[in-house]
Every structure is written in C-alpha cells, then in structure tokens.
C-alpha cells in the first residue's frame, strides 16, 4: 500500500504531504528515475483527493510524465495521463479550489467520493427491497439515494437512482 493512503486513511493529511515531499527530493538527488515518477503520482493524488488542489495535481501528474516515459514504465505514464487529464479538468471547471499553502482544507472531493458510495449502496438496496416486495423501503431508500447523488451534484448518479 502506497504510504499516501496509509497516512490518509488516519487523516494524517499535512505528514503525507512533508513525507512525500521529503521522499520526492530525496530521490530526485538520488537520481531515482522510476521512483521519482511513481513518488510524483502519489504527490499529485494527495493533492487531488485530499486537498481538492486540481492545479497542484495536474501539476505532479505532468512533472511524472517525463521520468516514467524515460524509464519506459508504462504502468506509471498511463496513469500520470490518465489523471492528468481528469485534474486539468476539474482545475478548468473549478478554478480556484487549491488550499492555501501550510493550512490543511477540509477534504471535499473525498468527502463527494465517500457519499457517491453511499448512494450507489443505497440505491442497491432499493433493488434488494424492491425484489423483496419491500416497495414502501426501497422507495425510501432510492429517494435518500437520489438526495445524496443531487447535493453532489451528479447527474449521472440522478438519472440511476
């Protein structure tokens, strides 16, 4: 397990950060060209899903695309691309949304992400009650399923439930 999401998982955001930052210089020093790639992802994901910093994201993810195309690691370079694309988005549609240098932000992507999850398990609940005979629950269910998807704002989510 990458030591971003350990770090993340006990909320321990600001350390993921210092350490990784820590763990990217030292590396380039080194000369470490597949780790400063890989090290760069982690960096950009930190950003990304725990500091909704879409530019600083985009930013790691575009720095990784170099060292991991160097090293022909394609597994890494694909997926600088891959995020990168979805980062330069967001940065594009939400401009604005970095944190503030040394202030930890509270952690809205991962909190949408967190209550996506919630709704799609709401929303197969429904089904379950529903083949049950259930009809009253799974109603009430798929309407609070519908509720989280609209104050996240997703339309896909909306038309599903």
């Known amino acids: 397990m990458p030591l971003h999401r350990c770090l993340l998982g006990h909320a321990h ?3 993921a950060l210092t350490l990784h930052g820590l763990a990217f210089r030292a ?3 080194h000369g470490d060209t597949p780790a400063e790639a890989r090290t760069l992802l ?5 950003y990304y899903w725990w500091y ?4 600083q994201a ?3 993810y575009r720095q990784a695309l170099s060292p ?4 022909g690691d ?8 891959h995020h990168l694309g979805i980062a330069d988005e967001d940065a594009r549609i939400r401009p604005g949304r970095g944190a503030p240098p040394g202030i930890p932000r509270p952690v809205p992507r991962a909190r949408r992400v967190l209550r996506a999850g919630e709704a799609s398990s709401l929303t197969d609940l429904g089904v379950v009650h529903q083949r049950q005979g259930r009809h009253e629950e799974a109603h009430r269910l798929r309407c609070r399923s519908l509720r989280l998807n609209r104050e996240n704002g997703s339309r896909i ?3 599903l439930r």
């Open 42 to 46: 982690d960096l950009g994901e930190v």
């Open 27 to 29: 590396i380039r020093r």
């Open 58 to 60: 985009a930013d790691n």
């Open 13 to 15: 955001h600001a350390d």
């Open 74 to 81: 394609r597994s890494a370079e694909s997926r600088a691309r």
């Open 157 to 159: 989510g909306e038309t």
């Open 68 to 71: 991991a195309s160097d090293t």
């Open 52 to 55: 909704s910093d879409f530019t």
